[in-house]
Every structure is written in structure tokens, then in C-alpha cells.
């Protein structure tokens, strides 16, 4: 069983910057890819970005050059750096990680840009 409960979500004005993370804890093994997902109101959840344990990274057009994910596998962390934030970016984000073909998520974190 996976834990994930992310932190650093809040308000922030337009052009700000923002920093998730997102911490892995419980029995397990190895994690495998680690990513952030967000659900604006009234839209469904959508890809923000992932990680695979390797490094290996891929992001959604509309964050690409502005968010940096990033993970520590000895601390079982992931993180995701905001950068040039605007009020599109508004949304609940959630953590999710896979292990053995199953998903955990975390419980999510608001995330409200104002202009």
C-alpha cells in the first residue's frame, strides 16, 4: 500500500511561481513512474507531467517550458515546480504514482492563480 500526500499548493497572483511535493510513504517496493495530474472546476482530471524512476519526463502542452517536474527516489518525492503561473493553472493538482500496474493518488492540493 502507497501513501501520497502532497503539500505546497496556495494562492498566488499571475506571473508567480509555485512548488508541489508530493510524499511517498507505506510498505512498499520500488515506485515506478511518479506524476501530477489537475482538475480544473467543471473539467475533467488531465496529465501535468511525469517522471519515470529514470528520469525520463513528459509534459502537457500547456505547461511545457513553465512547470519542471522533478522526483528524489531515496525520499520517495516528487515535485513540481510552477513557474509563469496564470489563472488557467487554477485546479485541484494530485499526486499519482504507480507501482505493480496499480495507481495510487494522493488527496490533492489547490492551486489558485489570480490575475
Known amino acids: 500500500q502507497v501513501q501520497l500526500v502532497e503539500s505546497g499548493g496556495g494562492l498566488v497572483q499571475a506571473g508567480g511561481s509555485l512548488r508541489l511535493s508530493c510524499a511517498a510513504s507505506g510498505s512498499f517496493g520500488i515506485i515506478g513512474t511518479m506524476a501530477w495530474y489537475r482538475q480544473a472546476p467543471e473539467k475533467s482530471r488531465e496529465l501535468v507531467a511525469s517522471?519515470?524512476?529514470?528520469?525520463?519526463?513528459n509534459y502537457a502542452a500547456s505547461v511545457k517550458g513553465r512547470f519542471i517536474i522533478s522526483r528524489d527516489n531515496a525520499k520517495n518525492t516528487v515535485y513540481l515546480q510552477m513557474n509563469s503561473l496564470n489563472p488557467e493553472d487554477t485546479a485541484v493538482y494530485y499526486c499519482?504514482?504507480?507501482?505493480?500496474?496499480?495507481?495510487?493518488w494522493g488527496q490533492g492540493t489547490q492551486v489558485t492563480v489570480s490575475s
Open positions: 499519482n504514482a504507480a507501482k505493480l500496474g496499480l495507481e495510487y
Open positions: 517522471i519515470t524512476r529514470g528520469g525520463f519526463t
